[in-house]
């Protein structure tokens, strides 16, 4: 059964968003992708109305069966880490309300799942979402190939059936064992 994923880059002027689905033998295919923006010099309340009605919006109208957002961790920023969690809030009440799963990946986790490597930077997580999507032009801005990766390490993070025989890609071995080196530990 192929899965529909919407993936959410959270950011308060630039807010990824990305739908895929991914069949059983774990081939991703692009359904959207779209950043929804603020301007900076917006009220706060007026920002945070924008970004949630465009997630409403995308949610209805893509009809996700799961949801991935990147999991908000401290950096030196606190204003851009404010920002960036007051958007997730927002983005997880939408997705609760519709009774969504819900998955919170960290950014190294999205890494390595997409290129098999933890600290990768932005141009290779872009140039693997494009390989592993078939696009022939890179997702950009960066906030939109990033919520592309979200919802593909989500998709493969779930159980799925036997693989119909394709091959795994190498991103997708490094995954698997990666899995199951953290089951053994």
């Not at 993936?7 to 002027?13: A, F, H, I, M, R």
């Not at 997580?125 to 032009?137: D, P, S």
């Not at 919520?147 to 071995?173: D, E, K, Y």
């Amino acid at each position: 059964m192929t899965l529909r994923v919407l993936g959410v880059d959270p950011g308060l002027t630039r807010c990824g968003v990305g739908v895929v689905e991914v069949r059983p033998d774990r081939t991703a295919t692009l359904v959207h992708v779209e950043v929804l923006r603020t301007p900076a010099d917006q009220a706060l309340e007026l920002r945070l109305l924008t970004i949630g009605r465009g997630l409403a919006r995308l949610l209805d109208e893509h009809r996700p069966q799961a949801f991935a957002l990147e999991r908000v961790f401290a950096q030196q920023n606190m204003p851009s880490v404010m920002g960036v969690a007051q958007i997730s809030g927002i983005a997880l009440h939408l997705a609760a309300e519709r009774s969504l799963p819900i998955g919170l990946h960290t950014p190294s986790e999205v890494k390595a799942a997409v290129t098999g490597y933890g600290n990768a930077d932005k141009r290779q997580v872009t140039a693997m979402v494009a390989r592993l999507l078939g696009l022939t032009e890179l997702p950009k801005p960066a906030d939109a190939a990033d919520a592309l990766a979200i919802a593909i390490c989500h998709a493969w993070r779930q159980p799925q059936p036997a693989a119909s025989g394709a091959p795994l890609t190498p991103a997708q071995r490094a995954w698997r064992a990666a899995e199951a080196g953290s089951r053994r530990r």
